[in-house]
């Protein structure tokens, strides 16, 4: 990610992994009490209820589908407008068969592109939520779930332009880092494309890197992360440091360097050696690694910060190409102007 607060050296933006206000809204499954608030069509979509069902009661929840159930038992009571929940002591397993619903929700032709886009997207952000949040375990579990999450997503955004940027459309701006790390995977897939790249192995990747370039920052304090005004110059250096400790951890969960390992460690160099962590320049920088780049700042620059609003597409690529978020790639940065429609459609009717 980038700022523009500076010590004279490159920016850093501070991202939260704790849910911000409003995340859970729109179809997330949010915690409350010791229980999660599941949307019934993140269930409707699977075999059978992967865990004990509650429905929500005045008192307390109220035991009612059993693991192994139909989930078409709970229809009824859905649509009835009574919340479904269950036990978060049993979130892992929920997460990992939501990796199920959210393929089966982007097969579904039944479904308009714009709501299979959203349904999706609020999917990924249910299951990522835990990953991002500050001192998040992350293991070889883990690691794997977040693969799987970005590898069924990069199946079908590879192949269906009108899927993609109806996903793009769908994308939350709010200071969740699991919303910032779907986004980024997102431009980051659709400017591959524009850039003529067709490989599934090389979109996978840049999905993958993507989504991990900030697994580092779990391990920053949050009065860092959260910090409205400029840091100080220790603060500043601990944040420097997350692309290499994000590739740490990463190696580390897998037990070996992973094709996409490069993305998290090169995300924030810049073609003029004014990036970090090691200063590389021009053709140092490794293409998919630009690439990402760009989508991290664009998704920062547009998205809502504590200390600032959100820029709009037109101004965050001024900044990208002229102003103080750059220097990127130029000729990157040419072809996602073009993407988004060009300097004109980006600046809107006058």
């Not at 933006?13 to 729109?26: C, E, L, N, T």
């Not at 883990?142 to 009108?162: F, K, M, P, R």
């Not at 980051?188 to 697994?215: H, P, S």
């Not at 993305?263 to 004014?274: A, K, L, T």
Request: contains cysteine.
């Amino acid at each position: 990610m980038t700022g523009l607060h500076t010590l004279g050296a490159p920016a850093v933006a501070r991202w939260s992994g704790d849910a911000g206000p409003g995340d859970g809204a729109g179809g997330e499954a949010t915690e409350e009490n010791g229980y999660l608030t599941v949307p019934w069509s993140y269930l409707a979509r699977l075999d059978e209820v992967p865990c004990d069902v509650f429905l929500a009661g005045r008192r307390h929840p109220v035991l009612y589908a059993t693991t192994g159930s139909d989930p078409a038992s709970l229809r009824d009571r859905a649509a009835a407008g009574v919340r479904l929940l269950v036990r978060a002591s049993d979130s892992q397993l929920l997460r990992r068969v939501l990796t199920v619903s959210l393929g089966r929700t982007l097969a579904d032709e039944s479904l308009s592109p714009a709501l299979r886009s959203r349904e999706a997207y609020q999917i990924s952000a249910s299951i990522l939520t835990q990953t991002f949040r500050p001192r998040a375990a992350f293991d070889q579990d883990e690691a794997n779930l977040v693969q799987e999450t970005i590898d069924v997503l990069t199946q079908v955004l590879a192949n269906e332009d009108e899927t993609l940027w109806a996903m793009v459309a769908s994308m939350q701006k709010s200071r969740g880092a699991h919303n910032h790390a779907i986004n980024a995977a997102v431009y980051g897939l659709a400017l591959a494309k524009a850039c003529g790249i067709v490989d599934y192995e090389q979109l996978r990747d840049i999905g993958r890197g993507a989504l991990l370039m900030d697994i580092g920052l779990t391990t920053i304090p949050g009065r860092i992360l959260e910090k409205g005004e400029p840091l100080s110059l220790h603060e500043e250096r601990a944040l420097r440091r997350h692309p290499v400790t994000g590739f740490a951890i990463v190696v580390r969960a897998l037990g070996d360097t992973p094709s996409y390992a490069h993305i998290i460690v090169e995300h924030h160099e810049r073609p003029d050696g004014s990036g970090y962590p090691s200063g590389r320049k021009a053709n140092q920088i490794a293409l998919d690694s630009q690439i990402v780049g760009i989508a991290d700042v664009f998704d920062d620059l547009t998205s809502d910060r504590p200390d600032r609003p959100p820029l709009s597409p037109f101004e965050a690529c001024q900044q990208m190409r002229f102003g103080p978020a750059g220097p990127l790639n130029d000729e990157l940065m040419k072809t996602f102007v073009r993407m988004l429609g060009g300097w004109s459609a980006l600046r809107g009717p006058r």
